[in-house]
């Protein structure tokens, strides 16, 4: 799935006292190349370090075709995203089972937005596979800023 070094995130969290908290989201942009839709997927997993010291950010960028018909409906991309951060989910919880882990998603709940179009099945996919209620815009920063922000540092570097 990714190029995340889990071990490294385990490592770093277990180093924290018992007020760290951990914050998963994750975001896409879509692009063409060569006439072909690709889009870039941004994991970010935000550490809170013991609730009250900033924070550390680890971050994975994936390139995938993009299969989406309509741009401004994107619910397979979106999908996409909401997979992703499932998945490190799994693997964090297992991990750090003493450690408080959200799920925020770059999903916003105003029908005007396109992402509109898939946040009950995001939601229920998350609430079915990690057993947690995910965050949502405005207030999945780990998603809408944090994810979004690695992907800006690393086009950047």
Known sequence: MTNFNIKDIINF???????TRVYLGADSRRYIKEDTWW?????????HINGNRGCKIFGDVSHERDYDKNAHRPSMRLMNEVYKVSEMYSMLNDALPDTPIEVHLDI?????????????QAIGYIRGT????????PHAFAASCAADRYTN?????
Not at 13 to 19: A, D, E, K, S
Not at 130 to 137: A, D, G, T
């Open 39 to 47: 889009a870039t997927y941004t994991v970010a997993v935000v550490i």
């Open 130 to 137: 990690c057993n947690v209620i995910p965050m949502v815009k």
């Open 153 to 157: 540092l690393r086009k950047q570097a």
């Open 108 to 120: 916003s709940a105003d029908p005007v937005n396109g992402s509109n179009c898939i946040i009950q």
């Open 13 to 19: 969290v277990n180093q924290q006292q018992p007020g």
